[in-house]
C-alpha cells in the first residue's frame, strides 16, 4: 500500500508529534524540577518580603507592636524630611559623578590594555584586583587613605595640591566616595577589555587601508562594537551607586551631619534605629521606583547608539 | 498540556517547599525545657568574646553550680546588637534575659520587657542603697524594666608624668571646671610632629560635653522628655567648651587616625568610661590615675552601664528561672566576681564601695580607687538617654556639636538648631 490513507497518514504524523510533544513534556518537568529550588527560594525570600515591605510602607509598624494602617502618611512625610531630601541628592550626585567617570577611566584602561605588548597581563591583574577586594575591607582601608593626613592628601601633595579633609568637610565628603569607588574600577574595564579583545582585525584593517587614524578607528569601530557592554555596564552602574550603603555605613556613617548620608543607610538608620520600619520600607519602594524609571530611560536611549551587530544581518 | 506543565510544577514546588519549611521549623531555637526537668533560658549580651569571658563566664557558671536546675545558655553578640534584637523581638525569638543600656527604654516603650517593680519589693532590694540614680536609666513611667547590672560612670584619667613636668596638683574629686581648663592650658604646646603635646582629648563623645551641660546646671533633655538644650547655662558652657576644644584638645583631624594618644603618654587628660583602666595599666611607662569628672555648678557623672531585663515573651516558668539569675547577678557575691580584677565595674554601691573592691591593684600602679564608687554616686540620667528618642536624637545631637567643634556653626547656631531639630524628633515618637 503505497498512499496511506489520510487517517493512517494524520496516524503517523499525529505519531511523529506526539513524541516529539513528549520529549518536550519530559525536557519541561525537568526544567521545573531543576530550577523550583530556586524558584522557592525567589518567591519566598525575595518577592514575599517585597510584597509584606510594599504593605508594610502603608503602616506604622516598629517591628515590635501592632500595625496600624496610616495610609500614604509615611511617603507624604518623606517630602518634608529633610534629611531624607539631603540623602537622594548625596545619592544622585555619587550616582551622576561616579558612574560616568567610571566608565571614561575603565574604557580608556581597557583601551591601552588591548595593545599587545609584553607585561600587560600584570597589569591587567594589577589593575583588576582591587575590585576582588569585599566592600567591608576596602571601606575601612579607605577610611585611613581619605584622612587629612592619609595617603590620597601625601599624593597630593607631591603634585603641589593640599588636599582637603575629606571625611570632615562637607562639600569634598562624597568626592571621598568617587575616589573610593574609581579604585574599583578594575571590574568595568575586564569586561571592556575582554569586549575590545573580541572585535575582528578585518574592521581595523580595512579602516586602516583608507587611512583613518587611530582616534577615529578607536570612535568609528571600537566604541560602536563594544557598545553592549557599555550599555551593561551603564545600567548596572547606576543601580549599584543608587543603592550604595557598605561604604558610607563603615566609613562616615553619613557623617559629617549627614553630608555623606545616602538613601539606603539612612533607610536602615530609620527601621533599626529609629524604630520606623513603615517609613523605612515606604524609603524603599520610592528608592526601587527611581532605579526603575532611570533604567527605563537609559534603555529606551540605547537604540540610539548602542549597536548590536546581529540587527544589521 | 498546560495542566500537566503545571501539575508538575505545582509538585516540585511542593516538594521544594515542604523540605524548607520542615528544616526551617524543626531547628528553632527559643527556650525549652529539656526532658530532665532542668529550665533553659536564653542570655544575649554585646561586646563579643572578650566581654563574655571577662565579665559573665565565672558568674554564669557559678549561677549554675548554685542553681542545677537551670541552664544559661549565651549568645554573645559581637556587632550591630540593636538591630539583632528587635528581629529577635519581632520575630517572637526573643532571648529571656537580654543586656540593654541607653537603648533599653525604646524597647521597653514597646512592651518587651517584664515590669520588676514587685519582684523587687518582694525580695526586699533597698534600690537607692544598692544603685542610687543609675537605675532612672532603667524605669519606663512606673515601671522598673531592668536591673543594672555593669555599672560605671564616666571618670577622668590623667597622666601623672605630664602633670608633674607642668607642675600642676593632681585632679581630685572636688576638681572644678576652672582647675580643668587651667591644666589643659598649661599641659599643651605649640609644637610639631613628635613633641606635640595636648591637654585632653574632650571632643565630641557626649559622655564628655553631655555631662559637662547637666554640670553646669543644664543638660540636653529633662525628666519629663521636654528638650532644654536652649539656655543661658548650655550656651555659657558649650562657648567654653569650644574655645577650649580649639585651643587644648586633639583636633579631628589628627584624631582620625585612631590612635590612642592618651595611652602614648602625649595627652593630659583623657574621659571615658571605666573600660579603659585595665588597657591602660598594661601600657608600658603610662603612669595615669584616676579621678571624678570636673565639676561646674553641681558634681554629676554620665552614665555608662547596661543592666538586665527578662522578656515580656517568655513562659512563667522561664521568668522566673530569669529572674533567679539576674537577681544572682546583681547580687553582692556576682558583683565581687565582676569587680574582680577590675574587667569592669559593678553597679552594686555596697560593692563598689566595699574594700575587697577598692584595695585591688591594677598591674604596678597605685590607682585611687575610691574615686570611682563617689562617680558612681553622683550619676544623673539626662532625659536624652530615657526615652525610645535616644538614638535618633543622640546622632542629632553629636552632629551639630561636631559641627560646631570644626568650626562650622557658632555655639549659638548650634544650640538654636539643636533645640529646634530636637522637639521635631521627640514629636515624632
Known amino acids: 500500500m503505497r498512499n496511506k490513507n489520510p487517517e493512517q497518514k494524520n496516524g503517523v504524523i499525529a505519531a511523529k508529534n506526539q513524541s516529539l510533544h513528549q520529549r518536550t513534556k519530559s525536557d519541561r518537568r525537568w526544567f521545573f524540577f531543576f530550577i523550583s529550588p530556586w524558584l ?5 525570600l525575595t518577592v514575599g518580603p517585597m510584597i509584606f515591605s510594599l504593605f508594610m510602607s502603608f503602616t506604622d509598624w516598629d517591628m515590635l507592636t501592632k500595625m496600624n494602617f496610616i495610609g500614604l502618611d509615611n511617603y507624604k512625610n518623606l517630602f ?3 534629611i531624607f531630601i539631603l540623602a537622594l541628592k548625596n545619592t544622585f550626585k555619587y550616582t551622576l559623578i561616579s558612574v560616568p567617570v567610571n566608565l571614561v577611566i575603565s574604557l580608556a584602561m581597557a583601551y591601552l590594555l588591548s595593545f599587545k605588548l609584553k607585561g ?3 597589569f591587567r591583574t594589577l589593575y583588576y584586583l582591587p575590585a576582588i577586594v569585599p566592600a567591608v575591607a576596602s571601606s575601612i582601608l579607605f577610611k585611613n587613605i581619605l584622612a587629612k593626613n592619609g595617603l590620597l592628601n601625601k599624593g597630593l601633595s607631591f603634585l603641589g ?3 582637603p579633609a575629606w571625611l570632615l568637610n562637607k562639600k569634598a565628603v562624597i568626592y571621598g566616595f568617587v575616589f573610593l569607588a574609581v579604585w574599583g574600577v578594575g571590574g568595568t574595564m575586564v569586561l571592556l577589555l575582554s569586549s575590545i579583545n573580541s572585535i575582528g582585525d578585518e ?3 580595512a579602516a586602516d587601508l583608507e587611512g583613518a587614524s587611530r582616534f577615529k578607528m578607536f570612535t568609528s569601530i571600537t566604541v560602536p562594537q563594544i557598545s553592549p557592554v557599555i550599555f551593561f555596564n551603564l545600567i548596572t552602574g547606576i543601580i549599584g551607586s543608587l543603592q550604595t550603603f557598605t561604604q558610607v555605613y563603615m566609613i562616615t556613617d553619613g557623617g559629617p551631619d549627614n553630608a555623606s548620608q545616602m538613601i539606603v543607610p ?12 513603615g517609613y523605612a520600607s515606604a524609603m524603599a519602594w520610592i528608592l526601587f521606583f527611581i532605579v526603575m524609571i532611570l533604567s527605563v530611560l537609559v534603555l529606551k536611549s540605547s537604540s540610539a547608539w548602542v549597536f548590536y551587530e546581529e540587527e544589521m544581518k | 498540556m498546560d495542566m500537566k506543565v503545571s501539575k508538575w510544577f505545582g509538585i516540585t514546588s511542593v516538594m521544594a517547599l515542604s523540605t524548607i519549611m520542615i528544616a526551617g521549623c524543626g531547628g528553632g531555637s527559643g527556650s525549652d525545657d529539656s526532658a530532665d526537668g532542668a529550665t533553659t533560658i536564653e542570655f544575649m549580651h554585646w561586646g563579643g568574646d572578650e566581654t ?25 553578640v559581637a556587632d550591630d546588637y540593636d538591630t539583632k534584637l528587635q528581629t529577635m523581638i519581632a520575630g517572637k525569638e526573643a532571648p529571656d534575659v537580654a543586656q540593654v543600656a541607653e537603648n533599653g527604654t525604646g524597647f521597653a516603650t514597646k512592651g518587651a520587657f517584664i515590669d520588676l517593680s514587685d519582684r523587687i519589693k518582694d525580695a526586699g532590694i533597698d534600690m537607692d542603697e544598692t544603685w542610687g540614680a543609675a537605675i532612672d536609666l532603667y524605669k519606663n513611667e512606673d515601671e522598673i524594666f531592668g536591673l543594672p547590672d555593669r555599672g560605671g560612670s564616666s571618670i577622668l584619667y590623667y597622666n601623672k608624668d605630664m602633670f608633674d613636668d607642668a607642675g600642676l596638683n593632681y585632679p581630685a574629686t572636688d576638681w572644678t571646671m576652672d582647675d580643668y581648663y587651667k591644666a589643659a592650658e598649661a599641659m599643651t604646646n605649640d609644637k610639631e610632629g613628635e613633641d606635640k603635646r595636648w591637654g585632653s582629648t574632650a571632643g565630641d563623645y557626649n559622655l564628655v560635653w553631655g555631662n559637662f551641660l547637666e554640670s553646669n546646671g543644664g543638660g540636653i533633655m529633662d525628666q519629663d522628655g521636654k528638650v532644654i538644650f536652649d539656655s543661658p547655662e548650655n550656651l555659657k558652657t558649650l562657648t567654653e567648651y569650644n574655645d577650649a576644644f580649639k585651643k587644648w584638645s586633639v583636633d579631628f583631624e589628627t584624631s582620625e587616625d585612631a590612635v590612642n594618644r592618651f595611652q602614648a603618654g602625649v595627652v593630659g587628660m583623657n574621659m571615658t568610661g571605666f573600660w579603659d583602666i585595665k588597657a591602660n595599666s598594661e601600657v608600658d611607662g603610662l603612669n595615669f590615675g584616676i579621678s571624678t569628672m570636673p565639676i561646674g555648678t553641681k558634681p554629676t557623672s554620665w552614665s555608662t552601664g547596661s543592666a538586665l531585663t527578662i522578656s515580656s515573651q517568655s513562659s512563667d516558668k522561664e521568668q522566673e528561672a530569669a529572674w533567679k539569675f539576674i537577681q544572682y547577678m546583681t547580687d553582692e557575691d556576682a ?13 552594686n554601691l555596697k560593692v563598689l564601695s566595699s574594700d575587697e573592691f577598692l584595695n585591688q591593684k591594677v598591674g604596678d600602679q597605685d590607682l585611687d580607687l575610691s574615686s570611682i564608687a563617689t562617680a558612681q554616686e553622683r550619676v544623673v540620667i539626662d532625659g536624652l538617654l530615657a526615652g525610645p528618642w535616644y538614638s535618633e536624637a543622640n546622632d542629632e545631637a553629636r552632629d551639630k556639636v561636631k559641627e560646631m567643634l570644626l568650626g562650622h556653626i557658632t555655639p549659638e547656631d548650634t544650640v538654636h538648631t539643636v533645640q529646634e531639630n530636637l522637639e521635631k524628633i521627640v514629636d515624632k515618637y
Not at chain 1, 522557592?40 to 519566598?44: C, L, N, T
Not at chain 2, 571577662?54 to 545558655?73: L, P
Not at chain 2, 566576681?337 to 577590675?342: C, D, F, P, Q, R
Request: net charge negative; proline share 1%.
Open chain 1, 266 to 277: 539612612y533607610l536602615y538608620k530609620n527601621a533599626f534605629s529609629y524604630y520606623r520600619m
Open chain 2, 52 to 76: 563574655y569571658e571577662g565579665d559573665y563566664e565565672e558568674r554564669i557558671k557559678q549561677f549554675e553550680k548554685e542553681n542545677s536546675d537551670i541552664k544559661v545558655k549565651t549568645i554573645t
Open chain 1, 161 to 163: 595640591i593640599t588636599g
Open chain 1, 120 to 122: 600587560m597581563r600584570f
Open chain 1, 40 to 44: 522557592v527560594g525567589f518567591v519566598i
Open chain 1, 203 to 205: 574592521m581595523y584593517e
Open chain 1, 80 to 82: 518634608h524630611d529633610e
Open chain 2, 335 to 347: 558583683q565581687q566576681i565582676l569587680g574582680k580584677g577590675l574587667n569592669d565595674c559593678p553597679a
